[in-house]
């Protein structure tokens, strides 16, 4: 199945750094959005983007709808403990009766203090 | 207000066997998605119903399908099992045009 390019794969940070992410496609989404799983545990939503260009916070968390509507940003600043996780993106397209969410590979980050 | 419900949250079974898994979506999500984890694909999308009609559908087997009930809770089915089948199984609700909400997933393992 397709999966969107999410890079980096894996980062390993300090306590209070700040941490940047991004999300791929070959095609063009209406809707980006942002999830962190914890191991064993059903993705969380962090963040929703619906418009091109959108710049949108949550926190300490601020992602990003690309011009181009193929990829997306993630930042989290001043990083802490629990933010230990695997960190999805997401495209979505709501055409019509169609709603399925095409996911991102995955980066994993790890905090150490 | 409850967020997604999924039973049960671990699950063991046999190559051959069939197994039915349960989603209760959050109160007044009419949207019910489900979504198969594994360390090799990822998340992948399964199918998705609405006001108990299936509306989308991804590239699986036939082995795997799913319901939904006219109080929005669905069900999903995967027959004769096979070991690659083992996976963290994910429900998603939503409102018609809204954010997906995840519930905790259920473990399935096959042996």
């Known amino acids: 199945g397709q999966q969107l390019n999410q890079s980096p794969q894996s980062m390993f940070i300090q306590e209070g750094e700040d941490v940047s992410m991004n999300c791929t496609s070959s095609?063009?989404?209406?809707?980006w959005l942002w999830y962190k799983q914890d191991p064993g545990e059903g993705p969380v939503l962090l963040i929703a983007?619906?418009?091109?260009?959108e710049l949108t916070s949550n926190g300490r968390l601020t992602a990003q709808f690309g011009i181009t509507r193929k990829d997306s940003f993630l930042n989290i600043s001043a990083s802490i403990p629990s933010d230990v996780g695997i960190y999805f993106c997401a495209g979505q397209n709501n055409t019509g009766t169609a709603s399925k969410l095409t996911f991102g590979t995955g980066t994993r980050l790890q905090v150490t203090l | 207000k409850a967020g997604v419900t999924q039973t049960p949250r671990y699950l063991i079974k046999t190559r051959g066997q069939q197994v039915t898994l349960s989603c209760s979506p959050i109160s007044g999500h009419r949207s019910v998605s489900w979504y198969q984890q594994t360390p090799g694909q990822g998340l992948q999308f399964l199918f998705e119903y609405f006001s108990e009609t299936q509306r989308n559908k991804g590239n699986f087997p036939g082995r795997f399908s799913g319901r939904q009930f006219s109080n929005s809770r669905s069900e999903m089915n995967v027959s004769t099992l096979e070991l690659g089948d083992s996976a963290l199984y994910l429900c998603?609700?939503?409102?018609?045009?809204?954010?997906?909400?995840f519930g905790q997933g259920t473990r399935l393992t096959v042996v």
């Open positions: 983007l619906y418009k091109a260009g």
């Open positions: 095609s063009i989404f209406n809707t």
């Open positions: 998603a609700s939503s409102a018609l045009w809204g954010e997906a909400f």
